[in-house]
T-cell receptor, first 115, second 108 residues
């Protein structure tokens, strides 16, 4: 079945540094990639939607200059957390959808800890 | 606006007891509804979708348009069913509209 590979699985970084998270669709073309954030004991919250070749659409309250999303190809989308702060520590997960509407395929998530 | 409501944050049942995880939605068109499951420390997985009308791991869910519900049911709960369950409405190429999730705890 469709697989989205997300890396890294976990990362610890210093406050003020930037972290890049990659999501690759391995056997399908993800025309749309969604990025979610999940704080402990809370539901997934959508951060942004990206369509291949277009600028991402950010949800209200999500800083686009802080969370840079690139979806340059149908198989790769990246989320860069710039100038990370401890409050950015969270679980980030991507999900991709191809042209066939078989539901969403999720990455395995990235646990970001900013110290 | 699209909305999904899972009224129970936590549901505890004894092993062997029936399970019903509630999901209500609001959507003006014809929705596609899904249930996702997240086992501890694992990725979200698609459990089932209403149009397939299949049973996965003993779970079924029927779309009730009159009641705008898509409750997830299983006649006999097992310990390995303990997980977080999310109901989701998909109207096409739009973001997931997740419910807040229900944590199912099956007690031995």
């Amino acid at each position: 079945g469709a697989v989205v590979s997300q890396h890294p699985s976990w990362v610890i970084c210093k406050s003020g540094t930037s972290v890049k998270i990659e999501c690759r669709s391995l056997d399908f073309q993800a025309t749309t990639m969604f990025w979610y954030r999940q704080f402990p004991k809370q539901s997934l919250m959508l951060m942004a939607t990206s369509n291949e070749g277009s600028k991402a659409t950010y949800e209200q309250g999500v800083e686009k200059d802080k969370f840079l999303i690139n979806h340059a190809s149908l198989t790769l989308s990246t989320l860069t957390v710039t100038s990370a702060h401890p409050e950015d520590s969270s679980f980030y997960i991507c999900s991709g959808q191809g042209t066939d509407n078989y539901g969403y395929t999720f990455g395995s998530g990235t646990r970001l800890t900013v110290v | 606006a699209q909305r999904v409501t899972q009224p129970e944050k936590l549901l505890s049942v004894f092993k062997g007891a029936p399970v019903e995880l509630k999901c209500n939605y609001s959507y003006s068109g014809s929705p596609e509804l899904f249930w996702y499951v997240q086992y501890s420390r694992q990725r979200l997985q698609l459990l089932l979708r209403h149009i397939s009308r299949e049973s996965i791991k003993g779970f079924t869910a029927d779309l009730n348009k009159g009641e705008t519900s898509f409750h997830l049911k299983k006649p006999f709960a097992q310990e390995e069913d303990s997980a977080m369950y999310y109901c989701d409405l998909n109207s096409g190429n739009t973001p997931l509209v997740f419910g807040k999730g229900t944590r199912l705890s099956v007690i031995a």
